[in-house]
């Protein structure tokens, strides 16, 4: 029960794009395609199970002082084996991924976790808590790479839905969405609606905005 | 602020009183298809602030007509009614609805509109306006400087960089009818243009910068382009105008008074 509790947590309530804002860099680069976006969770979602795992596991052995640098190296291994498996058997996405995947080394997502579950936690909940973030980040990535994609091609998955006025249909395709601002104009409304649903999430106001009245006669 | 009559309404239907001549000469030219045009414009931007009263109990503003007025002139002509909905709908909402209505929002509505469908649908026909409606922009200017809700200095600003390029030999672009016309509708919007007196100056002398700038260099592209994109670089900008206009009068203030 605690475990499904740890592993639904990060999905909406505490999740690590829309409520922590983490990892919005990769978030923003690989969401033009769905299909990047699906290779890029998994590779995010592998690399945080497996390093969660490792961590959890050598946690009463690394030293306090350089314990940043021992995870880095446990992730950047991990992100080296992956962008191998990537190369290797879907050469065209990791062309089209670049950086950003040797670039999950830096992810703050992927550091968060380490060290504040995995470093304190046994291997079986410290990996479930990260399958729960990874899903999170894929969930949030998902939806931000399916809308890009439809809105700015007419497409999903390469599968033409809707026909294009190039194609002698009707939709007009939005380059917009083919560009990166468009990628933060939809995360703020994801966050906007999550939070609005949400509301325990909406965060306390800076400002109170001046009461308008007549001035006194 | 409130001073005796003038609080955000009475602004914006004196803006609307001195966009007048502009509108009507703009409608007399075009006919009943553009009354058709900025009827449909108008109904897009009022139901949105219609829909915010409704749900933030945010009070509506005439500005909304401006919004409408200013899309209905600019926007392109051959997109689909789908297409125009969703960027009169994200200008309206977007950047102006959800900063807490007309005089909360930092780039204008309808600048905001015209970018997102310039970005999102690139070959799109731009529309061109007629002469006569760049001569309304003189009385539009007159009477809006004249009332106050348009800013005199950045108009002087716009003025003094257009007389210095024309004394450096450098060439006006053509079609000036719509940089004119964004100038008042878009650029001297007093709600995001600088606020300072010496801001002022700067953000009308850097809008007809940036425009002749884009006019020479930016090859291939419509005057509403390089207009709406000059009056986004410039709104963007007003703030650090502002700051630097602050800036240097507590510098002077300083070394005045120790």
């Known amino acids: 029960m605690a475990l499904w509790t740890t592993l639904t947590t990060p999905l909406i309530r505490q999740n690590p794009i829309t409520l922590q804002i983490l990892g919005l860099c990769s978030a923003l680069a690989v969401t033009t395609k769905l299909d990047t976006a699906l290779t890029m969770s998994v590779a995010l979602t592998v690399v945080l199970v497996l390093s969660a795992f490792a961590v959890s596991l050598i946690r009463r052995h690394i030293p306090g002082t350089i314990r940043l640098i021992v995870q880095i190296i446990i992730v950047a291994s991990l992100v080296i084996v992956i962008d191998q498996v990537l190369q290797a058997y879907f050469f065209d996405i990791s062309q089209r991924l670049s950086v950003f995947v040797a670039l999950i080394t830096t992810n703050c997502l992927v550091l968060g976790r380490t060290e504040s579950f995995a470093r304190s936690n046994p291997p079986l909940p410290s990996m479930v808590d990260a399958l729960g973030n990874g899903l999170g980040y894929s969930l949030i990535l998902v939806i931000i790479g399916s809308l890009r994609e439809f809105l700015g091609t007419g497409a999903l998955l390469g599968y033409q839905i809707l026909r294009t006025t190039d194609q002698g249909g009707w939709f007009q395709p939005l380059s917009l969405m083919q560009l990166a601002p468009s990628a933060f104009f939809l995360l703020g409304l994801l966050v906007w609606a999550i939070r609005s649903i949400r509301t325990e999430q909406t965060e306390p106001t800076e400002h109170e905005a001046p009461r308008v009245t007549e001035p006194a006669e | ?258």
């Open chain 2, 1 to 258: 602020m409130i001073r005796g009559l003038w609080d955000r309404e009475t602004v914006a239907l004196m803006l609307l009183a001195a966009i007048l001549p502009v509108a009507v000469t703009w409608l007399v030219i075009e006919g009943p298809w553009a009354l058709a045009r900025l009827g449909f414009f108008l109904l897009v931007a009022g139901l949105w602030h219609v829909l915010w009263m409704l749900a933030r109990a945010q009070p509506p503003s005439f500005a909304g007509a401006l919004t409408a007025l200013a899309l209905a002139m600019l926007a392109p002509e051959d997109l689909g009614i789908f297409a125009l909905v969703l960027g009169t709908s994200f200008g309206v909402v977007m950047a102006e609805l959800a900063f807490g209505g007309w005089g909360r929002n930092i780039l204008n509505p309808a600048t905001v509109a015209l970018a997102f469908l310039g970005f999102s649908f690139p070959a799109s026909g731009w529309p061109g306006l007629a002469i006569p409606v760049g001569w309304a922009v003189i009385p539009a200017a007159l009477i809006g400087a004249a009332f106050g809700v348009i800013s005199a200095r950045l108009l002087l600003g716009a003025l003094a960089v257009m007389a210095l390029a024309a004394l450096a030999g450098i060439p006006f672009p053509d079609k000036l009818a719509i940089y004119g016309v964004v100038l008042v509708l878009l650029v001297a919007d007093p709600v995001t243009s600088a606020t300072t007196a010496l801001g002022r100056w700067l953000n009308g002398a850097l809008y007809a910068a940036l425009a002749l700038m884009f006019a020479a260099y930016w090859t291939g592209a419509h005057p509403v382009q390089l207009a709406v994109s000059a009056a986004l670089l410039t709104s963007l900008a007003a703030p650090l105008l502002d700051e630097i206009a602050i800036a240097l009068w507590l510098t002077l203030r300083r070394r005045r008074l120790g």
